[in-house]
């Protein structure tokens, strides 16, 4: 898969400045707006509040979902989900921004 379109993240806890490990994340993809999601792959935040082991997207995906299990963080956001576009042969790095009470994502390199 030469042009393959994946996604890649990390979380970082920022209220303790260090990553967040052991973070459940569920990766979806759908072909467009009004497809049903398709679970895609499951992992986990490593040491490094990364996941390193999301395979490439399905041919044909135009939007994703990561979703974070984020409860063990503190219960005021028990999930995180993010929801957006791809286009194909392109790498998207998603990282999570999370404190106790607030949250950014934003597309990194």
Same mark, same amino acid.
């Given at each position: 898969m030469?042009?393959?379109?994946s996604v890649s993240t990390h979380i970082l806890d920022t209220s303790l400045g260090r990553p967040a490990t052991g973070?459940?994340?569920e990766l979806s993809a759908r072909p467009g707006g009004g497809a049903d999601w398709a679970a895609h792959a499951a992992s986990r935040t490593d040491a490094d509040g990364r996941c390193t082991d999301l395979p490439a997207l399905p041919e044909g995906t135009t939007q994703v979902r990561l979703r974070f @299990?984020?409860?063990?963080?503190?219960p005021f956001f028990p999930e995180v *989900?993010?929801?957006f576009a791809? @286009?194909?042969?392109?790498?998207?790095?998603?990282?999570?921004?999370? *404190?106790?009470?607030?949250?950014?994502?934003?597309r990194g390199s």
């Open positions: 030469a042009n393959a379109t973070v459940p994340v @299990e984020t409860e063990s963080r503190g *989900t993010v929801v791809v @286009e194909p042969g392109e790498h998207y790095h998603v990282p999570l921004l999370l *404190t106790p009470f607030g949250y950014s994502v934003y």
